[in-house]
T-cell receptor
Framework: NAGVTQTPKFRILKIGQSMTLQCTQD?????MYWYRQDPGMGLKLIYY???????DKGEVPNGYNVSRSTTEDFPLRLELAAPSQTSVYFC?????????????FGAGSRLTVL | DAKTTQPTSMDCAEGRAANLPCNHS???????VYWYRQIHSQGPQYIIH???NNETNEMASLIITEDRKSSTLILPHATLRDTAVYYC??????????????FGTGTRLQVTL
């Protein structure tokens, strides 16, 4: 049982490049989330999804896009990378029923934009 | 969600109990207290949660005051591996709704020899 898996673990991008951070979970969770964490700060919610085909903005969605075509996968896309997007990105999921607000997090993806 | 206040940092000797306080004076009746921790830039890890009764699991104990305006997370025998940032979060139970949790800056617990 892998839980929440994120790839890649590390990535360096040039300004203006695009990329997709992958997130997959094998717990059949309906709810999935993307957070970012800047150095010394707490986590900020970027986007979330309550089920396949449904996504919604969190606190800091600008510069990002998401899709949820399956229950398992919730990729996060950066279209035009900017230095302000240098951060650690965490994907999380939960069932939304029993254990509400008990999130399982992935190990994180560290992104540097130069 | 109710706002929480935590000390920025705390130290604890290995083997001793670590008591991490959290103030949430504006908590409402249907809001739970959740604790997570984050070890050295790993993903946050759920520890425990409670509504009004004290709770205990294999990781920690949660003591909530009778007026629910504050709580304490207790790690009974802290080890070096408990060195982490601990987040106290207050939120409605929310079954059937998205868990848009707000992670502040938490308390940085340093366990020392």
């Amino acid at each position: 049982n892998a839980g929440v898996t994120q790839t890649p673990k590390f990535r360096i991008l040039k300004i203006g490049q695009s990329m997709t951070l992958q997130c997959t979970q094998d717990m059949n969770h309906n709810y999935m989330y993307w957070y970012r964490q800047d150095p010394g700060m707490g986590l900020k919610l970027i986007y979330y999804s309550v089920g396949a085909g449904i996504t919604d903005k969190g606190e800091v969605p600008n510069g990002y896009n998401v899709s949820r075509s399956t229950t398992e996968d919730f990729p996060l896309r950066l279209e035009l990378a900017a230095p302000s997007q240098t951060s650690v990105y965490f994907c999380a999921s939960n069932s939304g029923s029993s254990g509400a607000n008990v999130l399982t997090f992935g190990a994180g993806s560290r992104l540097t934009v130069l | 969600d109710a706002k929480t206040t935590q000390p920025t940092s705390m130290d604890c000797a290995e083997g001793r109990a670590a008591n991490l306080p959290c103030n949430h004076s504006t908590i409402s009746g249907n809001e739970y207290v959740y604790w997570y921790r984050q070890i050295h830039s790993q993903g946050p890890q759920y520890i425990i949660h409670g509504l009004k009764n004290n709770e205990t699991n294999e990781m920690a104990s949660l003591i909530i005051t009778e007026d629910r305006k504050s709580s304490t997370l207790i790690l009974p025998h802290a080890t070096l591996r408990d060195t982490a940032v601990y987040y106290c979060i207050v939120r409605e139970g929310g079954a059937g709704t998205a868990s848009k949790l707000t992670f502040g800056t938490g308390t940085r617990l340093q366990v020392t020899l």
